[in-house]
């Protein structure tokens, strides 16, 4: 079984910038997460979809972050304009209920912004 | 507001050392609780789950996990570490509403 797939692996931008992410979830899975993890913390969860809908937002600055999972596959974060505080790893990761599930998370991608 | 604590932010060890990682909870409901690990250059994964039952779980990799209900806990332990233990855990829980709340982590450090 394949698992999560997340791209860029890495990325570096400066402040002010725009930067998107992106996710494809393990095939079959219908609820999709994305988690913040800023350096010496643990991830927080930014926002949950369970197919193509939002279960979760409460967690996002929806000032300047939005995700969107339009065909209740693929997934993209996308942050405008970044600040200096968004530097962290982002984890993409999904299950295959909501209630219950272990959760299988990809490999992040780090943001660095300058 | 639910939250959780790991008592140790870096645990340095020799190869056969016992391991007892700390993880407390701040949560009056039922809970799922979990711990996580992701090694050097990996991704995360989970190392063991308790959601009812024998409070006393075990995992892959020779871990295990007792969940005290009166003491909010489920510490990790390992009896006999390796270097390949080296990594990063994270202690987290999730309650009715079904989000995982995660501690900062341990960082564990294998000598050989």
């Known amino acids: 079984e394949a698992g999560v797939a997340q791209s860029p692996r890495y990325k570096i931008i400066e402040k002010r910038q725009s930067v998107a992410f992106w996710c494809n979830p393990i095939s079959g899975h219908a609820t999709l997460y994305w988690y913040q993890q800023i350096l010496g913390q643990g991830p927080k969860l930014l926002i949950q979809f369970q197919n193509n809908g939002v279960v979760d937002d409460s967690q996002l600055p929806k000032d300047r972050f939005s995700a969107e999972r339009l065909k209740g596959v693929d997934s993209t974060l996308k942050i405008q304009p970044a600040k200096l505080e968004d530097s962290a790893v982002y984890l993409c990761?999904?299950?295959?209920?909501?209630?219950?599930?272990?959760?299988?998370f990809g490999p992040g991608t780090r943001l660095t912004v300058l | 507001a639910q939250s959780v604590s790991q008592h140790n932010h870096h645990v340095i060890l020799s190869e056969a050392a016992s391991l007892e990682l700390g993880c407390n909870y701040s949560y009056g409901g039922t809970v799922n609780l979990f711990w996580y690990v992701q090694y050097p250059g990996q991704h995360l994964q989970l190392l063991l789950k308790?959601?009812?039952?024998?409070?006393l779980v075990k995992g892959i990799k020779g871990f295990e996990a007792e969940f005290i209900k009166s003491k909010f806990s489920f510490n990790l332990r390992k009896p006999s570490v390796q270097w390949s233990d080296t990594a990063e855990y994270f202690c987290?829980?999730?309650?009715?509403?079904?989000?995982?709340?995660f501690g900062a982590g341990t960082t564990v450090t294998v000598r050989a």
């Open positions: 990761a999904s299950s295959d209920r909501t209630s219950g599930s272990e959760q299988f």
């Open positions: 308790y959601f009812s039952g024998d409070p």
């Open positions: 987290a829980f999730r309650s009715n509403d079904y989000k995982l709340s």
